[in-house]
DNA sequence: TTAAATTAGTTGCGAGCGCAACTAATTTAA
DNA sequence: TTAAATTAGTTGCGCTCGCAACTAATTTAA
């Protein structure tokens, strides 16, 4: 159990410095790449639900999206409807970067599951998304609200 | 794959949060525990097989024995053999409390692993012991030293 | 034997993170 | 309809983290 947090960590931690490697030309760190890719997948997504999306504090999201929207990656928009809410779109410039994070996210995976055979890949991805079901049911039960 | 970073970083938290929640009343917070935990599992280890062990950066370790240190939770003796080296050990207090600390452990695998069968548990952690080795001769090759 | 290279540990720095307190907009109830 | 409760987003605080620069001890080579 114990060896099972510090793997994740370990694992994390890699994806994190090889995106960073990967992304600092493009003025992207490790984390950002994160969020952008998100905001890439859900255009017009509100901050609240990126939070949720990416199971992180909601504050992160306003500082990383400011930090996005200096760099040029995405702009915001408040909500016609509800003017509470930001809708957060990729600008132009992140669209065309699109194609570049996602190879590299494919060439981390490899790296990544080496060794492994598809069926073993698959059922890695059900396994810790069942995990993951647990954790935010529990999560959810002590009710820090975020 | 975008998922799957998103998946480790939900269970690190709710490892984190559960942690905190049962240990704050013995001072010790939920990143603590994973040092101490690892100190006590191999008592006279040097800070910096502790590092590889956990798979993060010497200067945690430093910061982290001091707070740990400080909470009478462990000691440090310098090597006879080697006045370079930090050797950690718990004190008693540390050892009375694994018990409770293993419990702890315990209750969270069977709330992240609910619903999975044993065949699958362990599947899981081959997988992910798997990853692990993967990432890690990955970031031995970009040798960011440490 | 002495000088250079390596190693264990520490510290300053900047970054990400979660929490709590806050503002402003909206919804719910009285 | 107005007051209370909720919600989206922001900001201050304190924590952990990784990196780089540093000290002191040890090992390697000249």
Redesign the pocket.
Known sequence: MATFLKNLNAIS?GTT?FRDEKLKSFGL?G??VKYLFAVCNSEGV???ELANLL??????V??????LEEGGFIRREQSAE?????KVFPTQKAKSLMPFIRSVNDEWRAILCAGLSEEECGQLSRLLEKLVENARQWEGKVD?N?
């Open positions: 931690r410095l760190n984390h950002q509100s901050q609240d199971f992180v504090n909601k504050s992160n306003a500082r990383q999206m400011t930090a509800d003017k509470r809410v930001s820090k975020s």
